[in-house]
Nanobody, 126 residues
Framework: QVQLVESGGGLVQAGDSLRLSCAASGRTLSMYAMGWFRQAPGKERGLVAAISSHGGITNYEDSVKDRFTISRDNAKNTLYLQMNSLKPEDTAVYYC???????????????????WGQGTQVTVSS
């Protein structure tokens, strides 16, 4: 079992930055592919960014490319999402997710992930 706890969300203004963290316990993350997803009211949960278990492969949803950066520190068992130039349309609950995977696998479908955090709210005002 892997337990995931997100932190770092909050209320910011358009153009600001936030850094989300996802701390894992129960297993070392070095053998898990991970991702950040978000869900806005009335919308389905969708991919923000995903990263392979060793961190060498990443994938981003088109609207966040060049603004968001996913990274991980396996020694600290922590996943990060650096969010810059935030827009009101980025407002959502952000979830981190993990699933066992080999080094070169990145998953973009939420159904591929076995473990989920409880989510952290990000609100961007205009």
């Amino acid at each position: 079992q892997v337990q995931l706890v997100e932190s770092g969300g909050g209320l910011v203004q358009a153009g600001d930055s936030l850094r989300l963290s996802c701390a894992a316990s129960g297993r070392t993350l070095s053998m898990y592919a991970m991702g950040w997803f978000r869900q806005a009211p009335g919308k389905e949960r969708g991919l923000v960014a995903a990263i392979s278990s060793h961190g060498g492969i990443t994938n981003y949803e088109d609207s966040v490319k060049d603004r968001f950066t996913i990274s991980r520190d396996n020694a600290k068992n922590t996943l990060y999402l650096q969010m810059n130039s935030l827009k009101p349309e980025d407002t959502a609950v952000y979830y981190c997710a993990a699933t066992p995977a080999s080094f070169t696998i990145v998953f973009t479908n939420s159904q591929s992930y076995a473990y989920w955090g409880q989510g952290t709210q990000v609100t961007v005002s205009s």
